[in-house]
């Protein structure tokens, strides 16, 4: 599977962060159909990540090769990403190289709940994002924001790209065979970063491109 794929993904059905239901249980409610959910959102009311500023941070790490928005059209610069009421300009915003400073914003500004939200079975966005700001530049971070435009609006993170130096003289094969020491490679990652991934991911390769500064690192990648 190929991790530049364009796709406009929505949440499993049984995804994360839904409220407790009312009277101190544990129960998750139904989900409101119609209206209700349309005002209300996925983690909040519809435009809260307008409201958080979450697509000035997206908009700094914008993936241009993903993105279905092109900026020459809308005669914006240089983002190419929120218009002059500062919503995107697309539903579905792909970003990659997201750094520290980024990640520490979005710990910032995100509720709780959407910091539960997890690409299928991947690591949850919380983790994830305090891994990106521990490591210090190590660690970089590329998934997608879903807008406004639909009710599950929120930030998903599906991918890691990791270059700690004691881990990139492990080998990792595409036939996975006996040699291969992918499972090794996931669970230092795993562990070191407190990840609660529920799968190894989909994709395990060695990566340096310009947005990795050329710098060559580990990238992982869940379907």
């Given at each position: ?127 994830l ?25 929120r ?27 992918c ?41």
């Amino acid at each position: 599977m190929s991790a530049s794929a364009t796709t406009r993904p929505r949440p499993a059905a049984t995804g994360t962060g839904n409220p407790a239901a009312p009277g101190g249980t544990d129960a998750v409610p139904v989900a409101e159909p119609g209206p209700a959910r349309e005002a209300r959102g996925l983690y909040g009311p519809r435009g809260w990540t307008v409201s958080a500023g979450v697509w000035e941070v997206l908009g700094r790490c914008r993936d241009h090769l993903r993105s279905t928005a092109i900026p020459a059209a809308h005669g914006i610069a240089p983002q190419g990403l929120i218009g002059d009421d500062g919503v995107p300009l697309d539903d579905y915003t792909p970003f990659h190289a997201m750094g520290p400073d980024g990640a520490r914003r979005l710990l910032e500004v995100l509720p709780a709940q959407a910091l539960e939200d997890r690409q299928n079975l991947a690591p949850s966005l919380g983790p994830l994002l305090r891994a990106c700001v521990g490591a210090e530049g190590r660690v970089l971070l590329s998934g997608y924001g879903i807008g406004p435009q639909r009710d599950d609006e929120r930030v998903t993170v599906e991918a890691l790209w990791v270059a700690d130096p004691d881990l990139q003289d492990m080998e990792v094969t595409e036939e996975h065979g006996p040699a291969c020491r992918c499972r090794e490679l996931w669970g230092a990652v795993r562990r070191r970063y407190e990840l609660d991934a529920e799968a190894v991911p989909d994709e395990i390769r060695r990566v340096g491109a310009a947005w990795t500064g050329g710098a060559t690192g580990w990238w992982l990648w869940w379907d």
